[in-house]
């Protein structure tokens, strides 16, 4: 009879804790320190600053993806290796990886550069299977907005689902810090997150 009280907390014990297992949700940034356009030269960058909040608000974990080759400080040289980068459509070496099966939510903060996302997120992203998850954009940008974002993403995350992004200027984020959040707390309260 012991044994078989103990069987069945045991199994109790194992169904309720998987089943309280919180999701665990993952934000994803690429963000560029350095002169950049309408804030000068900055530490932090602009989309990296809203990744801070949103990691913060949803508690979730945050990867940053670097390029093995740093982008130029200077703004004109930067503009003009990103151009060529996506005009050869290239996947510029990232330094490290990270795993994202154990993510049911991923979170992708970008600048928008010439129009699209830069070209090494393309490399973080075709290196892993997004099937299944929920994939929540955001960027920073200096009037494209998403520049159409959401749906490029669309197509390279195949068997996920997009969400709809938030668009906040990069000196927004720069530079009025109350602003950006109160436009992540709307987003994420639209998406009932
Ligand atoms: C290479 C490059 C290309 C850019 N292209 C665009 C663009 O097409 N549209 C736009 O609105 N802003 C563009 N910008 C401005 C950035 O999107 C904006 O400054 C952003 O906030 C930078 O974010 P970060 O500090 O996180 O890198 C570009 C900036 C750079 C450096």
Not at 45 to 68: Q, R, V
Not at 140 to 166: D, F, I, W, Y
Request: hydrophobic share 40%; glycine share 8%.
């Amino acid at each position: 009879m012991r044994t078989l009280i103990l069987t069945a907390l045991i199994v109790t014990a194992i169904f309720t804790s998987s089943f309280a297992a919180e999701a665990k949700s993952l934000v994803v940034v690429f963000s560029r320190t350095d002169e950049n356009y309408n804030v000068g030269y900055i530490t932090k960058g602009n989309t990296m600053i809203l990744a801070e909040m949103i990691a913060s608000k949803t508690g979730s974990d945050l990867f940053e993806i670097k390029p093995e080759k740093k982008y130029p400080a200077d703004y004109d040289t930067c503009i003009d290796v990103a151009k060529k980068e996506l005009n050869a459509k290239a996947r510029p070496a990232i330094l490290e990886d990270k795993d994202v099966s154990e993510y049911d939510t991923v979170y992708f903060g970008y600048p928008i550069w010439w129009g699209d996302l830069p070209m090494c997120f393309y490399t973080f992203i075709e290196g892993h299977d997004w099937n299944g998850k929920k994939i929540i954009p955001f960027c920073t940008h200096e009037g494209s907005g998403l520049a159409g974002t959401e749906r490029k993403l669309k197509s390279a995350l195949k068997g996920a689902e997009v969400m709809k992004g938030l668009a906040v200027r990069g000196s927004t984020a720069q530079n009025d810090k109350a602003g950006a959040e109160k436009a992540i707390d709307s987003w994420l309260k639209s998406l009932g997150m």
